[in-house]
């Protein structure tokens, strides 16, 4: 069966300082992998996703297959970055709407 | 363009009731796709729908929940006979005609609750 984990239901850190918000899957194969962010009265959208390898508002996540995790980064972290971020999967190809999601980390950046 | 509208935002049922969720999607976006968020859960994928057509149902339960794109006006997700555990936020997205990495917009959902 397919599941995401995130750990951290709260996530508390000072303006500035460093981030990483953890997620774990399972899924027997080389599932495609997304993080998706709700910022406060706004709806879910997509961060970032590992096939495209990319870095936005300069969040970054590195697929480890060893160790089945995806977890997202931010060098320093800015208020503005204040939400809810969900890890999710789907199958790989073409299915990349099957998405699973995991619970959630509430991310507050302090000032 | 207003983005993926859901309506109602709240609905509330009593057992044995019938729930009609509306998902409405961005302009020129012609793929749904219904979400089923549970209490302490995350989003699963329920159904995935083009006009007229029912691409992937494979999320869906297999009894008393049921979805269609008419040609015309907004995709339905029905529930019949709800049960409490059918309490849950449903969410929709809309995707223009899929390709690689194509991305799917959200709507604000809509909260069930069967009291």
């Known amino acids: 069966a397919q599941r995401v984990t995130q750990p951290e239901k709260l996530l508390s850190v000072f303006k500035g300082a460093p981030v990483e918000l953890k997620c774990n899957y399972s899924?027997?194969?080389?599932?495609?992998l997304f993080w998706y962010v709700q910022y406060s009265r706004q709806r879910l959208q997509l961060l970032l996703r590992?096939?495209s390898r990319e870095s936005i508002k300069g969040f970054t996540a590195d697929l480890n297959k060893g160790e089945t995790s995806f977890h997202l980064k931010k060098p320093f972290a800015q208020e503005e970055d204040s939400a809810m971020y969900y890890c999710a999967l789907s199958p790989p190809g073409g299915s990349n709407y099957k998405l699973t999601f995991g619970k959630g980390t509430l991310l507050t950046v302090n000032p | 363009n207003a983005g993926v509208m859901q309506n109602p935002r709240h609905l509330v049922r009593r057992r044995g009731q019938e729930a009609r969720l509306r998902c409405s999607p961005m302009?020129?976006?012609?793929?749904v796709y219904w979400y089923r968020q549970l209490p302490e859960e995350g989003l699963k994928f329920m159904v995935y729908l083009q006009k007229e057509n029912i691409i992937d149902e494979s999320g869906m339960p297999k009894e008393r929940f049921s979805a269609e794109f008419p040609k015309e006006g907004p995709s339905i997700l029905r529930i019949q006979q709800v049960v409490r555990g059918d309490s849950a936020a449903y969410f929709c997205a809309s995707s223009a005609p899929r390709q690689l990495n194509t991305e799917a917009f959200f709507g604000q959902g809509t909260r069930l609750t069967v009291v």
């Open positions: 590992h096939i």
């Open positions: 302009k020129g976006h012609s793929h």
């Open positions: 899924y027997s194969g080389s599932p495609e």
